[in-house]
């Protein structure tokens, strides 16, 4: 949500306000999807990475103002916490060395930044939940001190009305309280962006849904949180946690949380906007002046301003959008399952695999959500989750018998949708030596059973093994993390533990 918004308080009449613009905004949509005008399909991709900043100790700073003043580049932005970064790449054209190009492009920010962050004892991680993160680091005064950040956290704690409650069962349990939306910020996230046409969208959102867990298991990157091992991808429980609005009263009538995987397979991107308004109350109800139904008969394309805004405050895993370029509507699939790192080549390697996968998926005459119940894709990704590479998920039969099996998520990787992947490629056209190294690399995290979160617990227990304590055998794991981030192999190619002194 990079609306700027001014900090202040709020009367009823402002909600009311704000949700009969949303409804003009609603209906401003439907128009503009009804009269066709949106932009022809140009294969249009972009790429944002969330990062942490920590020292050369392996522990959390919160200096991101002092590392973005020195940084100076508008690809970089605050995120929530003052141990937060966002770097944002230009969108690329889905097509010949693009997945080079991209690694190049961030490789040299990366190494930029980090250079930069170094001025202020500080460096660059990418990671989904840095592990030396403690329950002091993710309060409300370490929120970076932007205006939008003070308000929405005012907002969802007011509407919350007590403490968000974390509860979180996995290898060990994390019981904790926070006044505070804080907690969030220890989520750091790749976000994929597709543009689609509106026609193309809930074939392309349908599969992104579908293949979430897929992603999840070979991505997880986030086993650890306040010095406890809990789910291999802790991030979203800790997500949905962290910013639920509902006291369990609410929970229990069933009113749907602001962070969730979704309920249904969908027919139409107005689904989705239109489900916004219907579940989910405003938490920053700003008005501009646009009146966006007189801008459509005035032959103009309306900003819809409040419904994005009202969009960003909802988190789906695949997010709908709704963006304007050169005064031409699109729209895009924002893909926000995946955790941040661990290095370039991980990230472009999910990035290709996500692309190649949606395209084939989409381009189906039997499309897997007409034979994989919603239910089912909901209960993969909260395996894919708890256990990461070593995830069972339930995928349809080959053939036209029907049904559902149970798999590895490694052998159906390797069996059935890294060909699929590579034909998605083909289809947009990807040059073969960047779509065989990218997709080379999923194949051997599935073929050794290792990705980021695997890679961590192991070292940290051969920490713990070495005689350290918890809390110093994070910060040895961060530490060797960091190094290894910033040499670059992937990490199927890390080596366990620590290297002989």
Known sequence: MGEKVVAGAFAPSDRQAYREKLTRCLAGLERLLSERRFDRPRNLMGLEIELNLAG????????????LQRIASRDFQTELGMFNLEVNILPHRLSGRVFD?????????????????????????????LPTLGRDDLVSANLSDVDRYTLLNDQMAAARGEEFTLDIEGVERLVSTSSSIAPESACTSVQLHLQVTPDRFSDVWNAAQAIASVQIALGANSPFLFGKELWRE????????????????????????????????????????????????????????????????????????????????????????YGLADGVPHLRVENRVLPAGPTVVDVIANAAFYYGLVRALADESRPVWGRLPFEAAAENFDTACRHGIDAELLWPRPGRSGGVAKVPAVKLVRDELLPLAAAGLDAWNIEPSDRDRYLGVIEERCRLRV?????????????LDAGLEREGALAATTRRYGELMQAGEPVHTWPVGFPAP
């Open 451 to 463: 990705n980021g979160a695997s890679w961590q617990v192991d070292t940290y227990h051969r920490a």
């Open 234 to 321: 802790s991030r979203p429980p800790l997500f949905q946690q962290a910013t639920d609005v509902r006291p369990p009263e609410l929970r229990n009538q069933g009113v749907r949380p602001r962070t969730w995987f979704g309920e249904r397979w969908i027919g139409s991107a107005y689904e989705l906007f239109e489900e916004n308004l219907r579940y989910y109350p405003p938490l920053l109800p700003i008005c501009d002046d646009e009146d966006p139904l007189r801008v459509l008969d005035e032959g103009g394309v309306p900003a819809l301003a409040e419904l994005v805004l009202h969009n960003g405050t909802v988190y789906r895993w695949n997010r709908p959008v």
């Open 56 to 67: 050369s100790d392996g522990m959390p700073r919160m200096r991101n103002a002092e590392v």
């Open 101 to 129: 190009q991209l690694a190049e492009e961030l490789r040299t920010g990366l190494a930029y930044a980090h250079r930069k962050a170094a001025e202020v004892d500080a460096g660059i991680v990418m990671i989904g939940i």
